[in-house]
């Protein structure tokens, strides 16, 4: 089975008495432990694509199966479920807490989780120990630079051992 089934996904956006096609009859498949790169040029669709991965919209039509489950009627509380326990997301502007430790920034996904907090701690450490910052696990995001920072968002993504990590990196 395919961890994603894309079939047919199109998303128009409506701007005032104009309308244009983000995603145009967009279909993809994904195995279970594959590695994809989705690129394009700006406004090529990318992000509204990784949007409706990540359930954040949904097309105007076609059909997304994520591990078997069709995303698309899924209510909303449902859906937020399945973002905490099939994914984890890594954001082009990190979303960081500001005020808040890398290790604290870590262990929230798994809160949502219900993870006792001396489990949170121990995979936060982990996790912050596999991108390299396992001596920054105090620090504040503006105590970072910027590449600290994008690996406490990524050891954020990774530590729920999620089957779907969704990164929206800026490439340069």
Not at 66 to 89: N, P, Q, T, Y
Not at 98 to 113: E, F, G, Q
Request: proline content about 2%; charged content about 25%.
């Amino acid at each position: 089975m395919d961890l994603i089934e894309v079939k047919h996904a199109i998303k128009t956006y409506q701007t005032g008495e104009d309308s244009f096609n983000a995603l145009n009859d967009v279909s993809l498949n994904v195995k279970k432990g594959e590695f994809v790169a989705i690129m394009g040029t700006s406004g090529s669709g990318k992000s509204t694509f990784m949007n409706m991965l990540g359930t954040l919209d949904k097309p105007n039509s076609g059909s997304y199966y994520l591990d078997g489950i069709d995303m698309l009627h899924l209510d909303s509380d449902r859906l937020a479920m399945v973002r905490c326990e099939k994914m984890g997301f890594v954001f082009q502007g990190f979303n960081l807490i500001s005020r808040t430790s890398a290790l604290d920034n870590v262990m929230l996904p798994m809160i949502y989780k219900g993870i006792s907090e001396e489990e949170r701690i121990k995979r936060a450490e982990w996790a912050l120990k596999i991108v390299g910052l396992q001596n920054r696990e105090d620090h504040m995001p503006n105590q970072m630079s910027g590449g600290q920072q994008q690996r406490v968002a990524i050891a954020r993504a990774i530590v729920n051992d999620a089957p779907l990590i969704l990164a929206d990196l800026l490439m340069v």
